[in-house]
Structure formats: C-alpha cells, structure tokens
C-alpha cells in the first residue's frame, strides 16, 4: 500500500494529511476556517468561468424558479424537524366509571401485606377461595365484627378515636362469664 504525502494547506499553511479518495485535489484541511476558505475559493472559480456568470439570471431562471414555486406550495412554511416515527396517540375515552365511594382507603395488595401470612392462610382455607378480593371482603368483615364486640370505633383519616362510647357496657370481671373454645372444662 503506497503511503500518502502530507501536503501544505492552502490557508493556515500547516501540514496535513489529505482524504485518500481525493489525494488529487484537495488543497485545504479539515479546520473549519480552512473548509470557509476552501468554499470560498471554489465558489469564485465557478463564477470565474463565462459560461457560470449568468447562471441565476434571466427569464429563463425566473420561469424556472416560478414553476417551481408552483408545484411546491407552502415550502418555506414547513418545520425543518423531522416527522416522528410513531404516530400521535389520541386520548382514549374513559371506560371505567363505576362508583368507587365504597373501596377502602388503602390499596388491596398493601391491605393484605400487612397481614400475617397464618392469617391470610386461614381466611383463604375458611373460605375455600384463594382470591384476593374474596379474602380482603372476608378480612374487612372479620375486621368490623371485632369493633362491634370491642365497642370501638373504625378510625377514620383526620379524626381522632378516643373509644368514649356511651352506649357500651365493659363487663365487670365478676359478672364475666368464662367459657372455653374446643374442648369441655378440666374435671368433668
């Protein structure tokens, strides 16, 4: 492979290594002052020649560039940024619009996380189903009948829960009854 020559460029006057496909012709480097130069240069030999000078003149230019005016409305009025390759997508309509006062204030995978596993393990062998909308329907429930035998009171976002409830009577220790859950009491 035969080894190219550096050559002086035409503007700054500093070596450099020309492009391999134009080693022939090209006089400037590739700084960008000297590409201006090297445009300049080429655009007064261009003009220079008789044949160059009337180029843009004439009726024939003017038809020309009419014609093309015509065939190309509206040319300048258009952005310069390409078009995407996608297309837009246009808002979809809601579909969804049923009544949501009723859900609870947390999310329903939050709600059983926070639940033992035995737990959530039970209520899904007691109900015989092991979906999460079945078992957190069944854990909300469980959940309000254990208020109503508490006498307390659901807390709700924002308020306080004190449990001064008036109307529930807390059993005196005496009066209590015992009982037991599963077997009879020892001795009988």
Known sequence: ??????????????????NPKSVNSQSYCYRPACRKAS????QKKWLSKPE??????????????REWRKNNPGYWKKSKKPDALQDTLSPQPIENKADKTNFVNDALQDFLQA??????????????????DDIAATLLRMKK??????????????????LKIPHC????????QKFQLDRSPPGT
Do not use: H, W
């Not at 445009?39 to 080429?42: D, E, F, I, P, R």
């Open 115 to 132: 639940q033992p596993p035995v737990i959530v393990g039970l209520i899904a062998n007691f109900t015989g189903s092991a979906l999460q």
């Open 39 to 42: 445009k300049k240069a080429s």
């Open 52 to 65: 160059n000078q009337d180029y843009f003149r004439g009726p024939d230019n003017v038809e020309r560039v």
């Open 1 to 18: 492979m035969r080894r190219i020559k550096k050559r002086r460029c035409g503007n700054c006057r500093k070596l450099f290594t020309p």
């Open 145 to 162: 009948y254990g208020q109503d035998i508490l006498c307390s009171q659901p807390k709700n976002e924002g308020e306080t829960n004190d």
């Open 169 to 176: 009577k807390i059993p005196d220790s005496e009066s209590a």
